[in-house]
């Protein structure tokens, strides 16, 4: 009988791609090639091969979900919303502690946010899972980056015409008061805002399905997040981990934060979460389409 099998992947943009030049068009307002933001390295050959998988495993997968990162200019985690003590800028990669906002040593540029900024800062300290760090603008709403990675999208859009299927979309992290790495729920999720919240629907799918099979960017935060969320959420269900893979050579970390990945990956398999690389999951995908 053929099984379930999900797809999810891991926001698959191109401002997370070190793109080479024939995927970088030109920008009509500057004439200039455009430049991902926020490029992983890895990320192009990562996209690439996930292209092949989906392309060439397609009549055995049954759903696939993309998941969005999405976010302001104006955000919490980006430059803009931030200065230096002595008011100057505040760099990308920064990464600013509740007690250095206490401190005065970093301000928002707006100083009404400064109370909600503490809570926020303290709210997601006392969750011990991050430190807020300043990125730089990156998948900013309607922009060339928050796109699609062109042959990712070229291949799911193959999947939907030969199942009849729509590919589901998952936007997060367009509440700027909140960092929002993992598709499940955000860091700190906003009462007032229930796409911040669980995201209950994502995980029926997920537990409802024979194996989910995860890739996308970047390996040491997004892809990290999500996972860690969907065992928490497998574990109070009483779901079975050995139903999630992670497609290992279809995601890559930040540069900078390999270290994270690598025990994030440890750690899973530890768990009882699969590690493949897509070589193995084509077979599985093919052996699923009856070939």
């Known amino acids: ?32 090639a ?65 007690e250095d906002l206490r401190a005065a040593r970093y301000l928002p540029r707006d100083p009404k946010a400064r109370v909600r900024a503490q809570a926020y800062l303290d709210a997601l300290e006392a969750n011990g899972r991050y430190q807020l760090l300043v990125w730089p603008v990156h998948c900013e709403i309607g ?34 008061w909140t960092e929002h790495y993992s598709a499940v729920m955000a860091e700190v999720p906003d009462d007032a805002d229930p796409d911040s919240q ?14 989910v099979y995860i890739a996308g960017e ?24 050995d139903k999630l893979v992670l497609v290992t050579d279809c995601l890559s970390p930040v540069p900078g934060f390999e270290a994270q990945q690598q025990d994030f990956l440890e750690r899973m398999r530890a768990r009882g979460v699969q590690l493949q690389q897509s070589t193995d999951v084509l077979q599985e995908f093919l052996i699923n389409a009856g070939r």
């Open 1 to 32: 009988m053929k099984q379930h099998l999900h797809l999810l992947i891991i926001d698959p943009q191109n401002d997370f791609c070190d793109l080479p030049p024939e995927y970088t068009p030109l920008d009509p307002l500057t004439g200039l």
């Open 143 to 176: 922009s060339w980056g928050h796109n699609v990675h062109e042959d990712v999208r070229a291949a799911y859009n193959g999947w939907e015409d030969a199942s009849l299927g729509v590919v589901t979309k998952i936007a997060k992290g367009a509440n700027p």
């Open 218 to 241: 970047a390996g040491s935060h997004c892809v990290k997040a999500t996972t860690e969320h969907i065992v928490e959420q497998f574990d109070a269900r009483g779901v079975a981990l």
């Open 34 to 98: 455009r430049k991902p933001a926020l490029p992983v390295t890895g990320a192009h050959a990562d996209m690439q091969r996930l292209a092949t998988l989906i392309e060439r495993g397609r009549h055995g997968i049954g759903a696939i979900s993309v998941t969005l990162d999405s976010h302001h200019r104006y955000d919490i985690a980006h430059p803009t919303f931030w200065v230096g003590a002595d008011g100057g800028p505040v760099e990308p990669f920064t990464q600013i502690a509740s």
């Open 198 to 211: 669980l995201n209950r629907k994502l995980i029926d799918s997920l537990a409802a399905s024979h194996r």
